[in-house]
């Protein structure tokens, strides 16, 4: 099992919304649009352990 302290969910958080935001201008491609979706859940994800401050865990 491994778990991201809130410290650490916070420095991914801001480099994964850079990779976001560039793939985001990046285009319109099927592929890539799913990639961000499913980052953009790994966002809301890292605010909340932020927010709550808990480890996010990975089983």
Do not use: Y
């Amino acid at each position: 099992m491994t778990d991201l302290s809130p410290a650490k969910c916070v420095s991914i958080l801001d480099r994964l919304e850079a990779i976001i935001d560039q793939w985001a201008r990046e285009g319109s491609d099927q592929s890539l649009q799913r990639h961000i979706e499913d980052a953009r859940q790994l966002a809301d994800v890292l605010r909340l352990c932020i927010e709550k401050d808990v480890p996010l865990v990975f089983l």
